[in-house]
């Protein structure tokens, strides 16, 4: 019981602290929900979606490679290899989304409904996508060893529970924080500036992907 206790909390700290300090956590969905004129609830109801996405797709490869008796190191390279298609893929997202951004700029034209609804779908492929690769090594592993199903469900769950609370918390501190920040000169170039967003967290997954022996995002 004390080992499963020790891995909750080793759960709930690395998720909590993985979220924070990874910024495509919460950046892209507060740069696209202030561009694209969302309410505060549809912003954090798209995070919560985006979140459980993420987990759920990588909480479901640590159960194959579980069920398969494969090991940590070849999850691993899927998801490395996972990770950086998703990464160029984000890039790739925000680079079209500040090209039509400055293009609506120029032209002065309001959104369409369309418009948002794609945004919404590209940000829900993106983030399934995503693996959250220090789950499945260093929390499924150990507790399936340690504790059984039960102990690999309580630390899945918990896991993925402070993942997707951190990342609405992230969001609506971001979106509180531009509320009070008055730029409407730069309101024209709002989706411009929330594509370059999307592409700066992209090269920086990019960049960390590459540098951490983990290769974490």
């Known amino acids: 019981m004390d080992s499963l206790f020790a891995l909750l909390l080793t759960a709930a ?5 993985h979220t924070i300090v990874c910024a495509d956590h919460y950046i892209p969905f507060i740069a696209l ?5 969302w309410t505060v ?3 954090l109801t798209i ?12 909480a479901l490869l640590g159960l194959a490679g579980i069920a398969l008796s494969l090991g940590a190191s070849n999850l691993m390279g899927i998801a490395d290899i996972r990770g950086e298609f998703t990464v160029w893929l984000m890039i790739a997202f925000g680079l079209v989304y500040m090209v039509y951004g400055i293009r609506k700029a120029i032209k002065d034209t309001p959104c369409s409904c369309g418009h948002s609804k794609k945004t919404v779908c590209g940000l829900l492929v993106i983030y399934a996508l995503i693996p959250c690769e220090p789950m499945i090594p260093v929390m499924m592993f150990p507790a ?10 309580a630390v899945t769950l ?3 529970t402070v993942t997707i609370a951190a990342m609405m918390s992230m969001t609506f501190i971001g979106i509180k924080g531009l509320q009070m920040v008055k730029l409407k000169k730069l309101e024209r170039y709002a989706h411009a500036l929330a594509g370059f967003a999307v592409f700066a967290c992209g090269v920086a997954v990019m960049m960390f992907h590459t540098h951490s022996p983990s290769g974490c995002c």
Do not use: D, E
């Open 13 to 17: 700290s690395l998720a909590f602290v």
């Open 33 to 37: 929900g202030k561009s694209n004129g």
């Open 41 to 43: 609830k549809k912003t």
């Open 47 to 58: 995070t919560a979606l985006c979140g459980m996405g993420r987990v759920i797709s990588s």
């Open 144 to 153: 399936f060893a340690q504790s059984g199903v039960l102990g690999l469900a």
């Open 158 to 160: 918990t896991y993925a």
